[in-house]
């Protein structure tokens, strides 16, 4: 069992920049691929970026492509979602989410996910 929990999130301006971490439990965090997700209220939960185990591979949505990026520390047990030039359509609850395996491919369809956590509010001002 793997717990996930997300901190960072917050109310910024147009422009600025927030990041997410996401730290988990257990020991064998660098066996997990990492995803990012967002919900709005009315929506489905979209994918946002992920990250394979090793760190090698990233995917972007491409509403986010060149202004998020994704990375991990497997030392640290953590995740990270460093978000640049933020808009008010970033606004959203943001989780992160761990599949099992040792996978090459990066994972960005929710329902592969095994682990998620409680989220974290981004809130964007325009």
């Known amino acids: 069992q793997v717990q996930l929990v997300e901190s960072g999130g917050g109310l910024v301006q147009a422009g600025g920049s927030l990041r997410l971490s996401c730290v988990a439990s257990g020991r064998t965090f660098s066996s997990y691929g990492m995803g990012w997700f967002r919900q709005t209220p009315g929506k489905e939960r979209e994918f946002v970026a992920a990250?394979?185990?090793?760190?090698?591979?990233?995917n972007y949505a491409d509403s986010v492509k060149g202004r998020f990026t994704i990375s991990r520390d497997n030392g640290k047990n953590t995740a990270y979602l460093q978000m640049n030039s933020l808009k008010p359509e970033d606004t959203a609850v943001y989780y992160c989410?761990?599949?099992?395996?040792?996978?090459?491919?990066?994972?960005?369809?929710?329902?592969?996910?095994?682990?998620w956590g409680q989220g974290t509010q981004v809130t964007v001002s325009s």
């Open positions: 990250i394979t185990w090793s760190g090698g591979s990233t």
């Open positions: 989410a761990a599949k099992r395996g040792i996978l090459a491919v990066v994972i960005t369809t929710d329902r592969h996910y095994d682990y």
